[in-house]
């Protein structure tokens, strides 16, 4: 239960900084030099992996463009084309996949992907993958998690739409089939995400169900999604990736430029060593500080005998005088001694 994993020479878990994918998907606009340069960007940018999809379009779909194989919801990004379109302009060609995988290795992330069927699966174990990637909308396919599952390699399950029960048939079926290490990420499939449909609330009741590493898989604009998300303890972030969402593309709306990617990777770590532990009390850093308390000084030239009074003795800074709340104490006595103004007080200016 709970874990630490780990994926090629990445250690994930709770005690490190967390892992963060960015996706390639359909951003390379049908061009290879144009994935490439993806990948030389997210290298550039401080993420650890780069993730593609393993599919064509016939094991997707079928080529129809009518009833329900035709998107007509005007509020879809891809409205008016069908699904069969649509994934022949996003999927990545499986003679790509070599070269989109080597240049990741040259660069030192790590290169993974999600396939969509058994054929998928086995074209990626020849490529020797070391994970991989169950997408929201593929989380219920049990025969495709147990096919997977029984690489025996780390899996990562986006769980998009899936309730609790199935979550469960999911998470079974995994660990059933061999998965002996998992990461579910939240996920709102929609998209572009809004913060207010994100539910983040949502990580740490996974690990809680579960006992796995969890994480989100963002499609929300911007990072204070993602920021937020390392404060509840996710360990896995995964951002769509793009050059330029100004050259357009199936999933350029809701993808990540290489400043935005730069800025998430620098802000998640920060959020993360935020987290520290459970601590009261000075850390050593702001020992020096606590000269800046108020403590108690004599503000006014006293000789031996005078009486403190509250015209005469102050809470002030800095705090190398008696705690102010000895000030109730004090006042009323006698000191000992001739003290100038700005003594700090003591308990030996009384005996």
């Not at 999809?53 to 129809?64: E, G």
């Not at 396919?141 to 495709?144: E, G």
């Not at 990736?241 to 920060?270: H, K, Y």
């Given at each position: 239960m709970n874990k630490s994993i780990k994926i090629a020479d990445r250690i994930i878990g709770r005690n490190k900084a967390p892992f963060v994918i960015a996706e390639l998907s359909g951003n390379h606009n049908q061009s290879l030099d144009r994935a490439l340069e993806i990948v030389e960007a997210a290298a550039r940018t401080g993420a650890h992996a780069l993730k593609i999809?393993?599919?064509?379009?016939?094991?997707?779909?079928?080529?129809?463009d009518e009833r329900e194989f035709y998107i007509s919801d005007p509020n879809s990004l891809w409205t008016g084309t069908s699904l069969y379109k649509l994934y022949g302009e996003a999927y990545t060609p499986w003679e790509w996949h070599k070269p989109i995988f080597d240049r990741a290795?040259?660069?030192?992330?790590?290169?993974?992907?999600?396939?969509?069927?058994?054929?998928?699966?086995?074209?990626?174990?020849?490529?020797?993958?070391?994970?991989?990637?169950?997408?929201?909308?593929e989380n219920t396919?049990?025969?495709?998690i147990r096919r997977v599952a029984a690489t025996g390699k780390p899996l990562i399950i986006s769980t998009g739409l899936a309730t609790v029960a199935e979550l469960d048939e999911t998470v079974r079926a995994a660990r059933e089939a061999g998965c002996k290490e998992l990461v579910l990420l939240?996920?709102?499939?929609?998209?572009p995400a809004t913060a207010a449909n994100t539910n983040i609330l949502t990580i740490?009741?996974?690990?809680?169900?579960f006992g796995c590493e969890v994480g989100l898989s963002d499609h929300t604009m911007g990072i204070g999604v993602s920021v937020a998300s390392v404060a509840l303890g996710a360990t896995v972030i995964e951002k769509h990736?793009?050059?330029?969402?100004?050259?357009?593309?199936?999933?350029?709306?809701?993808?990540?430029?290489?400043?935005?990617?730069?800025?998430?990777?620098?802000?998640?770590?920060?959020?993360?060593?935020?987290?520290?532990?459970?601590?009261?009390?000075?850390?050593?850093?702001e020992k020096k500080s606590l000269q800046f308390?108020?403590?108690?000084?004599?503000?006014?030239?006293?000789?031996?005998?005078?009486v403190l009074t509250r015209e005469n003795v102050r809470a002030i800074r800095p705090g190398l005088g008696l705690p102010a709340k000895y000030l109730e104490q004090v006042l009323g006595m006698k000191v000992t001694q001739d003290m100038k103004r700005g003594t700090a007080l003591s308990w030996n200016a009384f005996h």
């Open positions: 999809q393993t599919y064509t379009p016939d094991t997707m779909t079928l080529d129809l290795h040259e660069l030192g992330i790590i290169a993974f992907s999600t396939p969509f069927d058994d054929t998928a699966v086995d074209f990626l174990e020849s490529l020797n993958v070391p994970c991989y990637k169950i997408a929201s909308f396919d049990l025969p495709l939240k996920c709102t499939s929609t998209y740490p009741h996974l690990r809680e169900l990736f793009t050059l330029n969402r100004g050259d357009g593309g199936v999933d350029s709306t809701f993808s990540m430029e290489p400043a935005e990617m730069t800025q998430l990777f620098v802000e998640i770590e920060r959020a993360w060593q935020a987290l520290g532990r459970v601590s009261y009390g000075p850390v050593d850093a308390r108020r403590s108690l000084y004599v503000v006014q030239d006293l000789k031996a005998g005078d």
